[in-house]
Structures are given as structure tokens and as C-alpha cells.
């Protein structure tokens, strides 16, 4: 491999890897892959499968901080810390909390919405050039209330949406079993939105994006990134990237978007990212645990995780566990949502699952990073998209590929830069 041919180094071939991989191929550009794993090893592979661009709403929120102060009590809760890895996670939770403020949780909206509304339009024009749109399946999500109380409490974040122009509809009783039939009596209330997809599976949709970008002359290198240098920071010089092998790589300009482990890179480079391995877990299903196949996606709106049909079986997944990278999973968080997906949904068979976790890269107000590096613009950041990875991936792509060129962005990134997480 001539390193000096290559344009750009894209460090991660998660979703949000190969979908930046696929837009500057796209250009013409000549780009390499890193990848300490494999394709889609972390969260891009296991992930719930949704499209969600109806989800504009920051985890760090005022409602959010007064749930997560009885859920952080229970530890198989739908947001949870770890008490032992507080000494590596309290910097995020103080942000995460200072992020949870009217002033900011308004800002983190705006940006959200801008990003959802990138997306979906930047999904269709993908998947159209690189033909996976057989892969999709516009099924909408619906969203699933036991109590009148938190129905009504959602209102004012359903509201929030409509003024971003997303649209809904309301259930309520007897409507709502007619609308989605199998589900539990125990529900009383149901929001439906049109405007959520679902990939038929996560990680058969990431391999099938890497096999497009072999076709169109893109390549891969496996390796951890040790050290990236920047060089004077100029136009004409290239970037180094050193591998744990000793291996050197040299483009003309690197984009990292190596998910949780991206802010050690950023660190680097001067720019400190508060950023955690927000870990969520699953449970995968054959086609058959349910004799009456269900096409929507649900949402368990008390509960923080979904059931979400595939192409060949159902995942049932979520939850937020913060804790180290490298500490060991915690599977009874999977099991017992499964045992709660089997009281919801009756006649459900759960006892073929295969569980799984993964570690969502999250910053504490909910948003990603998309910027240059402070040392260099010839480094473009692309992480942090917590839950929203996949949906947001070729919104992300597009504003990369706009940085990279020196173009103007198509929205405005001045939420998603860097800076904003220097402590004032």
C-alpha cells in the first residue's frame, strides 16, 4: 500500500466509518480504513436497528435528571452508573447534569432536529447509489404508555417534536388494541410515529456498505491507532498515524470516528471530550418466538428499551449503563427486559435468545462531535452519536466530506463542535 497515495484515513469502520468511508469515495476520494476489530465490532453491530429521526429529544434533559435520580437507585434500571467506575465516569455526569439545564436542553434540540433533518433526506441519496434499499423497512415506531401519568407527562415532549414539524398520532384504550393487536391490557395509551425506520439488521447492512466500498476501491488496514501527528497543521502536509504494530500511515487528511475510544485520540490533539461507553444490551429472537409477527417497532416508553422485528427474528434492547469500556457485562440487564418483552407482548417466547452488549459512544448533552481537530483542520472529529449512530450516520458523512473540502456545512455545526466542552 503506497500510505502516500491516500487522500483520507478514516479511523473506525463502524457506521459511522464506512458511511464518511462511502461519501469521500463518492467524491473521488482515495481512502483506507482503520480498524483495531473487525467491521462493525462494537455498537453498529448489535444495535437496536432503528432509523429514528423522530428522536430528537436529549437523554440530558430536566424530566431526564428527576427519572434518572430513582433509576440510578435500581441497579438493572433503564439508566444506571456504575458505583465502582465513578472515578472514571463522575466528569460526564457532571456534565451530563449540567447539560440536563432548560438553557442548554433547548440548544441540544436545535441541534438534533438540524441533524435528523440532514439525515433523512442524506439516507435516501445513500441508499439509492449504493442500491441497500431493500434493506429498509419504513415501519414507524410506536410508543408504548402503562399509566396515564407518564402519558401525560410525554405530552410536552411529543409538542416539542410537532414544532419540528414531526408528526404523531395518539391511541388511547380500545384504539390503541385495534391499531397494534398482541399487546399486553396493561396498556393504556400508544404514540405512533410514522417517521422511524428500521434496517432489516444492523450488522448486515454495515458488511453490506464495507462490500460497496471494497467495489468502489476503498481499503482497510487493521490496527490500533497509538499516536496521530499532525504535522505544522498545514494544507500541504500530511498526517501520520502510527499503529500499535509500529505500521505508519500518511494521508493528506484522517477523520476519527472510532466510537467510545475516540476521545483518547482527541486528547491527543488537545481536545478533551468527556465521553463514556454508555453501555445498552439486547436480546435477539428467531422468527418464531412469535406466532403473530409484529412489523412496528414498540417502544417501552416506562421501561428505556424497545422491541424492534428484523429481518429474520426480533431484538429486544436498550437501557443505559455508565461504566468503564473494559468492565465485564452485566447480561442480567438483558435478561430481565426480555422478561419484561414477554409480559407485554403474551405469547412471546423468550428462551432461544441470544444476548449481547455494546458501548455506545455518548457525550453528556446527547449530541455528537463534528469539527476539526483545534491542532489541525487537516483532522475532522466524527463521534459521540450515543444511541443515534446509525440514524444519523449519513448526516454525519455529508458534513465530514463538507469539512474536509472546505465547504460550507449544510446546517449549522456550531453545537457540535469541540469547544463546547471547555470548562469555563
Not at 30 to 35: P, R, S
Not at 114 to 126: I, P
Not at 263 to 268: D, M, V
Request: glycine fraction near 8%; include cysteine; charge should be neutral.
Amino acid at each position: 500500500m503506497n500510505n502516500k497515495a491516500v487522500d483520507v484515513l478514516v479511523i473506525g469502520a463502524g457506521i459511522i466509518g464506512l458511511s464518511v468511508a462511502e461519501k469521500l469515495v463518492d467524491q473521488g476520494l482515495k481512502v483506507t480504513l482503520i480498524e483495531k476489530e473487525e467491521v462493525a465490532a462494537g455498537a453498529s453491530r448489535g444495535n437496536a436497528a432503528g432509523l429514528a429521526f423522530s428522536d430528537i429529544m436529549p437523554l440530558a434533559s430536566p424530566g431526564m435528571v428527576k427519572k434518572s435520580i430513582k433509576w440510578l437507585m435500581d441497579p438493572l434500571g433503564p439508566f444506571s452508573v456504575v458505583p465502582g467506575d465513578l472515578p472514571f465516569t463522575m466528569t460526564w455526569l457532571l456534565r451530563f447534569l449540567r447539560a440536563s439545564r432548560s438553557s442548554q436542553f433547548e440548544k441540544s434540540i436545535v441541534g438534533q432536529a438540524s441533524l435528523m433533518e440532514l439525515g433523512q433526506t442524506s439516507f435516501q441519496t445513500v441508499l439509492e447509489r449504493t442500491g441497500l434499499k431493500s434493506m429498509i423497512r419504513d415501519n414507524g415506531a410506536l410508543h408504548l404508555y402503562q399509566s396515564r401519568e407518564s402519558y401525560r407527562r410525554d405530552q410536552a415532549n411529543w409538542q416539542y417534536r410537532a414544532r419540528h414539524g414531526l408528526d404523531y398520532s395518539c391511541y388511547e384504550g380500545q384504539a390503541l388494541h385495534e391499531f397494534q393487536s398482541g399487546l399486553s391490557d396493561r396498556f393504556l395509551a400508544g404514540v405512533f410515529v410514522p417517521a422511524w425506520s428500521s434496517v432489516s439488521d444492523p450488522a448486515d447492512y454495515c458488511h453490506a456498505l464495507y462490500k460497496h466500498l471494497i467495489r468502489r476501491g476503498a481499503s482497510v488496514v487493521y490496527g490500533e491507532v497509538k499516536s496521530i501527528d499532525p504535522g505544522n497543521g498545514s494544507q500541504d502536509r500530511t498526517v501520520e498515524v502510527i499503529l500499535d504494530s509500529g505500521q505508519q500511515l500518511e494521508a493528506r487528511q484522517v477523520v476519527i470516528a472510532a466510537g467510545p475510544w475516540s476521545a483518547e485520540l482527541s486528547k491527543q490533539l488537545g481536545d478533551k471530550v468527556p465521553m463514556v461507553g454508555e453501555r445498552g444490551y439486547n436480546t435477539t429472537l428467531p422468527q418464531a418466538a412469535l406466532l403473530n409477527p409484529i412489523e412496528r417497532t414498540l417502544v417501552f416508553s416506562d421501561h428505556g428499551f424497545v422491541f424492534t422485528p428484523l429481518e429474520n427474528g426480533y431484538r429486544i434492547g436498550g437501557a443505559s449503563e455508565i461504566a468503564r469500556l473494559d468492565r465485564a457485562p452485566n447480561y442480567r440487564r438483558s435478561k430481565l427486559m426480555a422478561e419484561k418483552a414477554s409480559q407485554f407482548l403474551p405469547g412471546l417466547e423468550i428462551k432461544e435468545g441470544k444476548e449481547w452488549m455494546g458501548a455506545r459512544p455518548s457525550t453528556p448533552d446527547t449530541l455528537p462531535v463534528i469539527d476539526y481537530s483545534t491542532r489541525s483542520r487537516n483532522i475532522v472529529y466524527a463521534f459521540g452519536h450515543g444511541h443515534l449512530g446509525l440514524t444519523q450516520s449519513t448526516a454525519t458523512a455529508q458534513l465530514v466530506s463538507e469539512l474536509l473540502l472546505r465547504e460550507t456545512p449544510s446546517i449549522d455545526i456550531e453545537p457540535l463542535q469541540v469547544k463546547r466542552f471547555a470548562w469555563r
